[in-house]
């Protein structure tokens, strides 16, 4: 069993990879930590204890940043694609849980030092928190077991500009941090989350399941594919970004990765958060970013759709 932290920015594919993650047996979810991103970091931590109380799980929830690494904030809240809640106006009531009294930052350093090799780091938001501790404990890099990324666009466009990924966009100067630190890194980004579409009618059948689980992922999701569909008219389903990110812990042969040095463009207004990849032979000794460029997309729907609601 694997013992991980999930760091989110609560929109609706973080929704679904909390739901993954609960129900996936190989994971150990130490805590979730949250972080501004598709909603400030209030909305985050509001949107995770809902999930969680829907989940009927009592993960602790831990606040993290409210605003980048290193400069104003760049991003917008992603009303268009999360709605003006972040869960596709799904939020009826505020959670009876509250979230813990520590920061993120803090309870990254504490579970990690305290579990060395052991703790694998799942980032499906901005890389604000992790860059945080890595500043202030740069120790980090060789005591966590993994970090595996959401994030990013290597081969391909970007979804928030054409040159670069919204996680990656909203706090470039994390993402360079976390990237030149020597960590070990799997990278999940849209060169492979864009490929995993999950269709209208699978979110359907969720609704036979005549659960109030189940009706409040399938009315969020719903929401996610009519903004996918106002972008992308000939799509045919949402990308499962942030799921695909938890899948690549539960079994790395989802996906199949190359070794690349990645560098963040971090000054061009037009290009920033633009990510340049230089792929490496292995013989390099320059710290490389396991890049991720395959996907097996059916097998990891079933698996997701397996365990999404149980």
């Known amino acids: 069993m694997k013992k991980i932290i999930l760091d989110v920015d609560t929109g609706i594919d973080d929704s679904l990879a909390i739901a993954y993650a609960v129900h996936s047996p190989e994971l150990q979810l130490l805590g979730i930590t949250t972080c501004f991103g598709n909603v400030s ?10 999930v969680l109380e829907h989940l009927d799980s009592t993960v602790p929830v831990i606040p993290g940043a409210g605003k980048p690494f290193a400069r104003n904030p760049i991003k917008k809240k992603a009303v268009h694609i999360h709605g003006e809640d972040g869960i596709g106006n799904t939020l009826t009531s505020e959670p009876n849980t509250p979230a813990q009294r520590d920061h993120a930052v803090n309870f990254m350093i504490q579970q990690v030092n305290k579990q060395p090799g052991e703790v694998t780091l799942i980032m499906v938001g901005p890389l604000t ?9 740069p120790e980090l890099v060789s005591r966590v077991e993994r970090v595996v990324i959401m994030g990013g666009a290597v081969t391909v466009r970007g979804n928030v500009t054409p040159h670069a990924e919204a996680n990656v966009y909203a706090d470039p100067d ?16 849209l060169d492979v989350t864009m490929k995993t579409l999950l269709p209208l009618e699978e979110v359907v059948k969720w609704r036979e399941k005549g659960t ?20 992308y008219p000939s799509i045919k389903g949402c990308a499962l970004h942030d799921p695909l990110a938890v899948a690549a812990v539960t079994d790395p ?20 958060g633009h990510i340049e990849g230089i792929q490496l032979d292995g013989s390099d000794e320059e710290q490389s970013v396991d890049v991720c460029i395959e996907v097996d997309a059916e097998r990891f729907l079933e698996h997701f759709l397996s365990r999404v609601i149980l």
């Open 41 to 50: 970091v209030e909305e985050a931590t509001r949107n995770t204890l809902v």
């Open 129 to 137: 928190n992790l860059a945080l501790a890595l500043k202030e404990e």
């Open 174 to 189: 994390a993402a360079e941090a976390v990237f030149r630190s020597g960590i070990p890194i799997t990278l999940v980004g």
């Open 212 to 231: 109030k689980l189940a009706d409040f992922l399938a009315d969020m999701t719903e929401f996610y594919i009519g903004a996918y569909k106002s972008i």
């Open 253 to 272: 042969s989802f996906v199949k990765t190359v070794p690349m040095r990645l560098s963040v463009e971090l000054q061009a207004t037009e290009s920033l």
